[in-house]
């Protein structure tokens, strides 16, 4: 759980926040420390700045041309009346001690640097200027300093050291600075109210972002079932770069779950297909399967006339199922997502004709008319001709099936500003309305055709039967033209198939 927490991505966000307070904090409270230091010191070295020629004006520290110890240790007596944080140290011109306040045993360095003594005599350095402290070797701090001389002759320097032992920690320095624990303290409390603020306004930055994990994890969990997001939840139209993820996803959700949909249900619509099919298939097989085997064993005792008939049922039983097959493998070629038409101007009603010419004798056998109209060879439209001729073989032979003797066929065209809308109509039985929305599936048989009140009298060994595949085959192909098949049909009257083709000026 623990490590959950540390991972996310907020987590991440605020140890990486306290991480660089922290680093600021540290290197702020460092610069104030620093800044607080040169300011004391240039304070302190500004009032003290001529304290150590003071000290050489008010007692003569000379005497016979060499340096009154006398005299310096009373000038040391009244300088350590002021406190322990002044140092008092004799330089001979080359910056040796020969003289000082302090103990021998805490003496470490000898020699002082004669070069910030001589920026600090000059008077053009800006404070504070820091010297070397004889109490250490590598140590520096303020001072003041005087030349002692004798008619215009350096005898050596008074040096002062400003700021003794008491000054020599830091941490008693922060102890003692009221200034600098004031500034810790104010800018600790800044560091830490500005760090609130940051965490709440991340905190509220962020929160989309937790929300669309959670919807996202919500999807994961639910599948395409329940797992569509609420669109209200996030804004396409909004600056948030997080708001428009959301609808992304969201919209992604909801075509992945319509892609799903769709998948489903065509698994469903091929497994029933297969189903009705398969039953299609058999009864044509049985058939020949059985009038070959019954000429097979009876074929010494038949007569030439039986034998004939019991070969042409066969035949017939045998063309079936080859048509089957083929409408199956033409119906999964329009299905595939790469199917290409090869598209072309077309005269509509020369390539009606041709169809009607095609099936016109087994339409003089039932006694059904087939006619065009108008049969205007000037209408022309952009299609792929071989498809768009198996629609009207498709649609007129459907027709042909729905008839009986006396009725008619007819494809009517007519032009619609920039498109030929195509009819196809017949005077027949009509759909039943209960088949009528179901017509266009794969596995849809129309259960008053002739051929089955044909299959109810008991003649079916001639009669070719609909496998249902003629029209979902139409269907797609007019899809794949760019249009929409609708249809029209009374029980009795007869029924009406039409589309639109884009015309061709």
């Known amino acids: 759980m623990m490590m959950g927490w540390i991972n996310s991505f907020y987590s991440k966000l605020v140890l990486g ?56 240790k009373h000038a040391f007596h009244s300088m350590m009346i002021l406190g322990p944080s002044f140092e008092f140290y004799v330089l001979t011109p080359e910056g040796t001690v020969t003289t000082y306040s302090a103990e021998d045993d805490k003496i470490k360095r000898m020699t002082v640097d004669l070069e910030p003594i001589k920026q600090f005599l000059s008077g053009n350095e800006a404070l504070p200027i820091l010297g070397d402290d004889p109490r250490s070797v590598f140590r520096q701090k303020i001072f003041s300093v005087a030349e002692i001389k004798q008619q215009d002759q350096l005898k050596g320097y008074l040096y002062i050291i400003i700021g003794g032992e008491i000054y020599d920690s830091t941490v008693d320095l922060l102890k003692n600075s009221h200034i600098i624990n004031l500034s810790f303290w104010g800018l600790s409390a800044a560091l830490l109210f500005s760090l609130i603020v940051v965490l709440l306004l991340f905190a509220m930055l962020t929160r989309p972002l937790r929300q669309l994990t959670t919807d996202m994890k919500k999807f994961r969990s639910e599948g395409f079932d329940k797992g569509v997001l609420p669109a209200s939840h996030w804004d396409e139209n909004s600056s948030d770069e997080i708001q428009r993820l959301g609808s992304t996803f969201n919209a992604m959700a909801s075509t992945l779950k319509q892609q799903y949909e769709k998948v489903r249900t065509t698994d469903e619509l091929r497994r029933e297909l297969i189903s009705y099919v398969s039953h299609d298939l058999r009864t044509p097989l049985a058939a020949l399967q059985g009038y070959l085997e019954t000429w097979q064993l009876k074929q010494s005792t038949l007569s030439s006339a039986e034998s004939s008939e019991m070969i042409q049922v066969a035949a017939n039983n045998a063309q079936q199922v080859s048509r089957l097959v083929e409408q199956l493998f033409e119906l999964a070629h329009l299905d595939a997502e790469n199917t290409q038409l090869t598209m072309e101007p077309v005269s509509i009603a020369e390539l009606a004709q041709d169809v009607l010419q095609k099936l016109q004798l087994d339409a003089e056998r039932r006694g059904i008319r087939l006619d065009v109209n108008p049969k205007d060879p000037s209408l022309m439209a952009m299609a792929d001709i071989e498809k768009l001729e198996r629609v009207f073989t498709n649609l007129v032979d459907n027709a042909i099936r729905h ?50 009140q044909e299959v109810s009298a008991g003649n079916s060994k001639s009669e070719r039967t609909n496998s249902g595949l003629g029209l979902a085959i139409t269907r797609r192909i007019v899809e794949l033209h760019g249009s929409k098949i609708s249809v029209e049909s009374k029980a009795g009257q007869g029924t009406s198939f039409s589309f639109l083709l884009n015309g061709v000026a």
């Open 17 to 72: 926040l306290l991480a660089s307070f922290l680093l600021i904090g540290l290197l702020l409270m460092f610069l104030v420390q620093q800044l607080t230091i040169r300011y004391q010191n240039e304070v302190e070295q500004k009032l003290h700045l001529e304290l150590a020629a003071h000290v050489v004006g008010d007692d003569s520290l000379l005497k016979d041309g060499e340096i009154d110890q006398k005299a310096l």
């Open 403 to 452: 008839c009986h003797q006396g009725d008619s066929v007819s494809i009517n065209i007519s032009r619609l500003e920039q498109q030929l809308q195509v009819t196809v109509s017949d005077t027949g039985a009509g759909i039943a309305p209960e088949d009528l929305p179901h017509i266009f599936d794969a596995h849809y048989r129309g259960r008053n055709t002739l051929a089955q």
